[in-house]
């Protein structure tokens, strides 16, 4: 699955000279709020339920589905009404949707095709020392690279065995069953997961554009690499784990006796009625 992203970092360090804006701007925001998630998810899931809902919806109608913005808009208002209303529900959704990713980008990384198309798609015509796109156009290509991944993704789901497919929805049923009954664990490790994945993708466009290559880095060191996120996940889970309260469950507390009612117990033994 790297090459899809070696494809785009080679044209960006090539022939395409993009806006830093469409660099600088989502590389910041995916680190600032990469650490929010990663180190304060669990504390913060009212708030942080509703987004992950809408974002997750917007992307599955996207990339599933389909490019138009209505079935996109749709899908993420929905999952965001789905996460805020039934909140345990979507976290299991979403553990079994990160896991049947993960199982996906290793089953199917074989199949992806080292092809330049994403590049050429995003060069055109340009010359190696042309000035910078503006924000529109700049946003375009962007636009175009990541349709032209979602295919690439799509052919290679298409060219896996059914096995694989096998594989991918039993580990999707253990984390629906996980996010079920430990739901409280399975939160924190889907925002650890979640914020690690947007700190490394905003350090990524930042490095980018400075004039580096973070994901010829990434490929030529896949363990270190792995061993740093699967590293950052574990501390994020069990940060939030010791550092995230849990909610309080108040006890049902007996209601007073009104006075009017313990008067005639207390006046029983009286004077005037003896």
């Not at 600032?32 to 339920?49: A, P, Q, S």
């Not at 996906?104 to 055109?124: D, H, R, Y």
Request: net charge positive; glycine share 8%; charged share 15%.
């Amino acid at each position: 699955m790297l090459e899809i992203l070696q494809d785009f970092e080679s044209a960006v360090g090539g022939a395409v000279r993009l806006s830093p804006i469409v660099l600088i701007g989502p590389g910041l925001a995916a680190v600032l709020v990469g650490l929010f998630i990663w180190l304060g998810g669990l504390g913060f899931r009212k708030l942080l339920l509703p987004a992950a809902g809408a974002i997750t919806g917007a992307l599955c109608g996207f990339f599933i589905i389909s490019q138009n913005p209505i079935s996109v808009v749709f899908l993420a208002a929905l999952a965001a009404c789905i996460a805020t209303t039934l909140d345990r529900v979507f976290i299991a959704i979403l553990a079994a949707a990160l896991a049947a990713a993960f199982a996906f980008v290793v089953l199917a990384g074989p199949n992806i095709e080292n092809s330049k198309q994403a590049a050429t798609i995003m060069s055109g015509d340009m010359s190696t020392q042309g000035p910078a796109d503006s924000v529109r156009e700049s946003a375009e290509k962007m636009k175009a690279y990541i349709i032209d991944a979602s295919q690439r993704i799509k052919h290679a789901g298409l060219q896996m065995p059914l096995y694989h497919w096998v594989i991918i929805m039993v580990l999707a049923l253990i984390f629906i069953v996980a996010g079920f009954s430990l739901w409280r664990l399975t939160m924190a490790l889907c925002c650890s997961i979640l914020g690690t994945l947007l700190i490394f993708a905003g350090m990524i466009l930042l490095l980018l554009y400075k004039g580096a290559v973070p994901v010829s880095s990434i490929c030529s060191k896949p363990s270190f690499y792995v061993t740093v996120f699967i590293a950052m996940t574990a501390f994020g889970t069990i940060e939030q784990l010791l550092l995230c309260k849990r909610p309080k469950t108040h006890p049902a507390r007996k209601r007073p006796i009104s006075k009017d009612k313990e008067e005639p117990d207390r006046t029983k033994g009286s004077w005037r009625t003896s």
